[in-house]
């Protein structure tokens, strides 16, 4: 196989150098671990520099690196526009929440988004249901497999299933060593080598490289295939056909940095005084990462339709881009790149998700009610335990889930688990942290309604035979039509969340001035 064709046996070179330095800090990252709550949040130990490489990186996804240039391979130019809301809506997110989840995290021992949530309205009801509800992350997890599947299919010669098993054999080994330390250590590296991935390709993009002109040949031959495609918006692609996509897409990114995956991070910045620097240069990196979107256009200026055809996949664009334009052993060394966006999140993922059976219902469910005679030490001994198996079988199911839903496009799959997350969170995470007023009871109903609401939305439970002939009939045909977008449905479900929340707040009684305190501070 490494004789015949040099894509192929750089790939394996390259591949072979990624798999060991990942190992590497996999190792270094099982001798910092010391306790279940170093393998699960890493507290306190690392500097906002490092942290921020680590934490764009997680944000910026298999979803921004493989499946937004997907997207953009279809739509052209409008995508553009989620290339720059998205990291807007997710720092402004982690802004307004950063000092109040580190505050509550510090005064409670918080090891997980569920049990902050828990903690924050003394509420093991909302914990153990945002815990459940994280199992829809295993779409998101899925979507990463699956993009770091198409990586290797293209630079390794592998088919689908073998390379969703390569992917997912290296993220088992160097998690279950290391925990969230091998999580951050990995991720700070990767997301040094994004950032200088994404700016080449937008230096291609904005060059036109490869295309006779230039960046006006470029945006030529985009008018000669389909004239919507230099368009701001694309009226023939649901995602990006109105002014109203673009706000949903804003709203609905908000709660993206506060999931799971990478809201544990907020409680390894070492210094609390870091805390103004570590946001601004997250933001000034999340901002450059999705410049890999550019790549999807310019792949269609290059390709035509080619991705299009029976067989193909625009999940395809940028690998192909890459092969396309560039020798053999730098496409493979840029697609490694591209792999380091598929791991770098879907670490994250594993930890955050395995952390649902150690921490939310084993140490903080099933210990104290059925094993009061464990000691501390011997508790976090099996939650340490529980954590790396289920590493192991969570990736197993992700395997599956990516297998049944191959064909999707990656960026969507993945909002198919978080969009669901995200519309049920978003009531109790700012709620929480900006209305001392919020009760518990507001919590549990707006969780419930946010999830609810995305969920009937999505599925295309709302018909829009329901409403013709009445008053309701352009909103009600208007509604339905929402299905297709989940960005839509978030904010349609995030909306009615903070409705909700509010309402059931206001008609029960306050939190008591003491758990206000500790939660606030005086």
């Not at 809506?89 to 005064?107: E, F, K, N, Q, T």
Request: with cysteine; proline share 4%; glycine share 10%.
């Amino acid at each position: 196989m490494f004789g015949f064709d040099p894509l192929i046996f750089w790939g394996w070179t390259f591949l072979a150098l990624y798999m060991g330095m990942m190992l590497l800090f996999g190792v270094i990252g099982m001798r910092r671990v010391r306790s279940s709550d170093d393998f699960a949040t890493a507290r306190a130990s690392y500097g906002p520099l490092f942290l921020a490489f680590a934490m764009t990186a997680t944000t910026a996804s298999g979803a921004t690196f493989l499946g937004l240039p997907g997207l953009a391979y279809r739509a052209g130019m409008s995508a553009l526009w989620y290339a720059f809301i998205y990291p807007l809506g997710v720092y402004i997110g982690v802004m307004v929440c950063l000092h109040a989840i580190r505050r509550v995290g510090a005064s409670f021992g918080s090891r997980s988004i569920p049990e902050y949530l828990g903690d924050r309205f003394d509420s093991d009801g909302l914990r153990l249901m945002a815990a459940v509800f994280s199992m829809l992350l295993l779409f998101y997890l899925a979507g990463q497999l699956l993009a770091g599947a198409v990586m290797f299919t293209q630079m390794l010669g592998l088919e689908l299933l073998q390379a969703l098993c390569v992917t997912a054999l290296v993220l088992m080994i160097y998690i279950a060593l290391g925990g969230a330390h091998a999580d951050i250590l990995t991720d700070g590296v990767q997301g040094a080598l994004m950032l200088v991935l994404a700016c080449l390709v937008l230096w291609m993009f904005l060059t036109g490289f490869g295309i006779e002109g230039g960046f006006s040949g470029l945006l030529g031959r985009l008018e000669a295939l389909d004239p919507a495609l230099v368009q701001p918006l694309n009226p023939d692609v649901p995602l990006f056909d109105s002014t109203w996509d673009i706000f949903a897409m804003f709203v609905a990114h908000l709660p993206l940095g506060l999931l799971p995956h990478i809201g544990n991070k907020l409680w390894a910045l070492k210094d609390n005084r870091d805390q103004r620097r570590f946001i601004v240069i997250s933001f000034v990196f999340g901002l450059l990462l999705p410049a890999i979107t550019c790549g999807g256009i310019l792949a269609r200026a290059l390709l035509g339709d080619e991705l299009l055809a029976e067989g193909s996949s625009p999940n395809n664009a940028v690998p192909a881009l890459f092969v396309a334009t560039l020798p053999a052993w730098a496409a493979a060394l840029i697609g490694a790149g591209v792999l380091s966006a598929v791991m770098s999140t879907a670490d994250g993922l594993v930890v955050s998700t395995a952390q649902i059976f150690a921490n939310d219902i084993f140490r903080r469910t099933v210990a104290p009610r059925w094993m009061p005679q464990l000691t501390p030490a011997a508790v976090d001994r099996i939650g340490l335990r529980i954590g790396r198996i289920a590493t192991v079988a969570v990736l197993l199911a992700a395997i599956a889930l990516a297998w049944s839903t191959q064909h999707k496009n990656v960026a969507l799959l993945v909002w198919m688990g978080i969009g669901g997350m995200m519309a049920a969170t978003a009531a109790p995470m700012f709620l929480g942290v900006l209305w001392r007023r919020a009760t518990r009871q507001g919590a549990l109903v707006g969780f419930f309604i946010g999830g609810a609401v995305f969920s009937g939305l999505h599925a295309g439970l709302v018909d829009s035979a329901w409403f013709s002939g009445s008053a309701l009939e352009v909103a009600g045909t208007w509604l339905a039509a929402q299905a297709v977008n989940p960005y839509a449905c978030a904010t349609l479900g995030a909306a009615c969340s903070v409705v909700a929340m509010v309402a059931v707040s206001l008609c029960t009684a306050p939190p008591s001035p003491e758990h206000l305190e500790r939660v606030f501070g005086k």
